[in-house]
């Protein structure tokens, strides 16, 4: 019986110190929070701009936030620190460790993603849908020739990597 007791009061003393780490932060932006870190997960409900969050870990480029009843995750980009939001700055845990609390967002800023594992590289699975989404982005001839002459630029000959031309 007493193991069974001991056992509860640990439980409870993690999943309070668990509660305990969230720490809050403001969207900066209206967002939809997914269901895992990833773009194409499913949503787990919108967020508007301003709305005080609890954030409860990082992943990666993501943040899992606790907005009201809802629960999900955001881009690490997407909230700051409360008082990143006013004039100061500053901010304290676990805003200074995602890098939520200098309030500024400059072009040069990383989330320290360090890209694909071998495991992930393993696991990869080819997309169609993503790819034809790719390929959209591509430029006609016609229309690299028109952007190059805009801009005065000059044909230059480039050995192939490896090879030869």
Do not use: C, Y
């Amino acid at each position: 019986m007493r193991a069974r007791t001991w056992a509860g009061a640990a439980l409870a003393a993690l999943l309070i110190a668990g509660v305990a780490a969230a720490e809050p932060a403001v969207t900066v932006r209206a967002i939809e929070l997914r269901q895992a870190p990833a773009a194409d997960a499913k949503s787990a409900g919108p967020v508007p701009e301003g709305v005080t969050v609890d954030v409860l870990r990082r992943e990666g480029a993501w943040v899992q936030l606790k907005a009201g009843n809802a629960t999900g995750w955001a881009k690490l980009f997407d909230v700051k620190a409360p008082a990143a939001a006013g004039k100061g700055g500053g901010g304290s845990g676990i805003a200074q460790t995602l890098g939520l609390a200098s309030g500024t967002r400059g072009a040069s800023v990383t989330t320290g993603v360090r890209g694909l594992d071998a495991d992930m590289l393993k696991a990869a699975q080819p997309s169609a849908q993503e790819l034809a989404a790719f390929e959209s982005h591509a430029a006609s001839k016609s229309q690299a020739q028109a952007f190059a002459k805009s801009g005065n630029l000059q044909t230059r000959a480039v050995d192939p990597i490896g090879g030869t031309r």
